[in-house]
């Protein structure tokens, strides 16, 4: 898992906007950015019906537990999972080292176009993250080693 790069308000302006125009064209319900470790970068779309923690969470574990299926069936790499429901669905696909894109739809969207859409909005969200990766090299955080019983020491001066 890599790491998450330190990022802005400029940069989450511009990951929030590539996931509102992706809930329009792909007529999704959300969209969550989300890092390895399943937590909750950003997301789009009805919070109040879901518990985008929670599906990140999952959705991580999934797509991880699909990682290494792909290893034992001799495949270098499963890069998408996808998940249809009678009344809702999801896709989860890869953006980059440290981050996942989960997209919720209702299942009478086809897959497809919501996969076209994804693969556009994939595009924008890594470019992003490796803009802020470039901007603060190294000073990027893995969300997973965070005590969210004491998080003070994220936003403690550095040396």
């Known amino acids: 898992m890599g ?4 990022l802005i308000e400029e940069d989450i ?5 590539a996931l509102k125009e992706l809930l329009k064209l792909a007529d999704a ?3 969550l950015l989300i890092d390895k470790g399943g937590f909750l970068v950003a997301s789009q779309g009805e919070e109040g019906t879901m518990d985008f923690t929670t599906i990140g969470a999952l959705a991580s574990g999934a797509f991880l537990a699909n990682q290494t299926i792909a290893g034992l069936v ?3 790499n499963f890069n998408s999972i996808y998940q249809q429901g009678e009344v809702t669905s999801m896709f989860c696909c890869n953006v980059d080292e440290p981050c996942l894109l989960v997209v919720i739809f209702p299942s009478k969207t086809g897959v497809g176009i919501v996969r ?3 693969d556009q909005a994939v595009k924008i969200l890594a470019a ?3 803009a802020a990766a470039e901007r603060a090299p ?3 955080v893995d969300l997973s080693v965070l005590n969210l019983a004491d998080p003070q020491e994220v936003f403690r001066r550095k040396g």
């Open 116 to 118: 076209f859409y994804a």
């Open 138 to 140: 190294g000073c990027g």
């Open 74 to 76: 001799n495949e270098e």
């Open 13 to 17: 302006a511009r990951i929030d906007a």
């Open 29 to 31: 319900t959300a969209a």
């Open 3 to 6: 790491t998450l790069p330190q």
């Open 128 to 130: 992003q993250i490796a």
